[in-house]
């Protein structure tokens, strides 16, 4: 019996601990805090979003960086294999609307129960507050022969999977200490930043709308659109599915973005065209005519966004609508689909739903997840340079390159 020592007891890690035990192998984790999958709690705001049902072939297009890199991990254990993976195991799912697939019960804590049953029948060995210092390497320092914990311990084994995380949420153990483990093997990391984060704003009205969730709109970054869906005001700017998905966008603006210089446009009614839009303000103006521009708007807007719509729009709220003139209208259709917003920042890592950057993918076999630097050193999950959009893909990412690992370790 071979033994795998795996570095984490996350998504990534406890997926390596089944693949590892069912070839066969002798496993054990090794986990910092004291239980399992720390951060799959808090995925889904609680509910975790365990991965999405879109076709398998058109998965790899929601990656954002290296998707070429998952062909091969993709075709051992993909998507549509997870699903079925955990109703086989007596975790029932169900899918929502972006084929996001959460457990039926809404309970991330669900999913970590399953999966740690699954590893308790394969025998995984998991020791809580334990944390690894070093690797260790054979004499020529070509092969990983195992770990040095912080307390001065050795522990051997025939290979070794570093699965600890990237560095968002470091309460939750992705502190980063995966990347110094990695350097010592001889890796280099690709600069790391937060991704799918929030946006902080220059606009100071963002917190009088702080709560206030638009629907069905459309985000533009310079000229690229990056979606439709969700946007959510907060007291430092805005958030919300439509945000985080446009912020993997960012790493190519980030010259723009330090200079105060990266707009964000909003199409407020994705759905029309502006020559449909203009059809309905006539028509709303010509029903209306006695009445305030404001008053109208409730029909175009939420409430608590007319006030801020018509002052970019420079038009007085008592305005009566017999009033407003052809261009005045023309502004309006024109914010209505271009409304202009200006990104000051980011969220900082403690918001970020995960790392951009990490261990450079072209030093790890993508058939096997191991190093190509060290033999018998494995890499799963967050700690490498791939991040992909909202939507369960991330964790996806994690249970495909886990799998993989502990397959082949």
């Known amino acids: 019996m071979n033994k795998v020592i795996i570095v984490g007891g996350g998504a990534a890690g406890m997926m390596a ?51 070429r890199f998952l062909y091969s991990t993709f075709s051992q ?15 029932p799912v169900k899918t929502e609307r972006g084929q996001r697939v959460f457990p039926q019960s809404d309970r991330s ?52 999977i570093l699965a600890c995380g990237g560095f968002s949420y470091a309460s939750t153990g992705s502190d980063g200490a995966g990347y110094i483990l990695a350097k010592q093997a001889g890796h280099k990391i690709k600069s790391i930043e937060p991704s799918l984060v929030p946006f902080e704003m220059k606009e100071n009205w963002c917190k009088e709308l702080m709560g206030l969730t638009l629907k069905n709109v459309m985000v533009r970054i310079k000229t690229k659109k990056k979606g439709f869906g969700e946007f959510l005001f907060t ?33 407020l009614k994705a759905s029309l065209t502006p020559e449909q839009l203009d059809k309905r303000f006539l028509r709303e103006f010509d029903t209306y005519r006695n009445k305030n521009i404001s008053n109208v708007m409730e029909r175009l807007l939420p409430k608590k966004m007319i006030p801020v ?10 305005k009566k609508i017999r009033d407003i003139s052809k261009k005045e209208r023309r502004r309006m259709i024109e914010l209505m689909k271009n409304f202009e917003m200006h990104i000051s920042g980011v969220r900082g890592f403690n918001e970020a739903i995960v790392t951009r950057g990490g261990v450079n993918v072209k030093e790890i076999n993508p058939a096997t997840m191991e190093s190509k ?13 791939l991040d992909a959009v909202t939507g369960g893909y991330n964790l996806q990412i994690a249970w495909t390159t886990g799998y993989a690992a502990g397959k082949n370790a």
Request: a negative charge; hydrophobic letters at 35%.
């Open 17 to 67: 601990a089944i693949s590892a035990s069912k070839a066969g192998k002798k496993v054990c984790i090794l986990e910092k805090n004291e239980k399992l999958g720390k951060k799959l709690f808090i995925t889904g705001k609680g509910r975790c979003n365990i991965t999405n049902a879109c076709p398998a072939e058109e998965f790899l297009t929601h990656v954002v960086t290296n998707p």
């Open 77 to 91: 254990f993909n998507n549509e294999d997870m699903i079925e993976y955990l109703e086989k195991i007596g975790l």
């Open 109 to 160: 804590s669900d999913v970590i129960q399953a999966l740690k049953r699954e590893c308790e029948k394969g025998r995984v060995k998991i020791y809580y507050h334990t944390e690894v210092k070093e690797l260790l390497f054979n004499e020529e320092k070509d092969q990983c022969v195992g770990v040095l914990l912080s307390d001065g311990r050795k522990m051997e084994g025939d290979s070794v």
């Open 235 to 267: 007291h430092f700017g805005v958030s919300g599915p439509l945000v985080l998905t446009a912020s993997t966008c960012l790493g190519k603006y980030q010259k723009e973005l330090e200079a105060g210089e990266l707009k964000l446009f909003l199409d």
């Open 309 to 318: 719509f018509l002052d970019t729009a420079q038009i007085p709220e008592d």
């Open 373 to 385: 630097k060290v033999k018998h050193l494995f890499f799963a999950g967050e700690i490498m340079d």
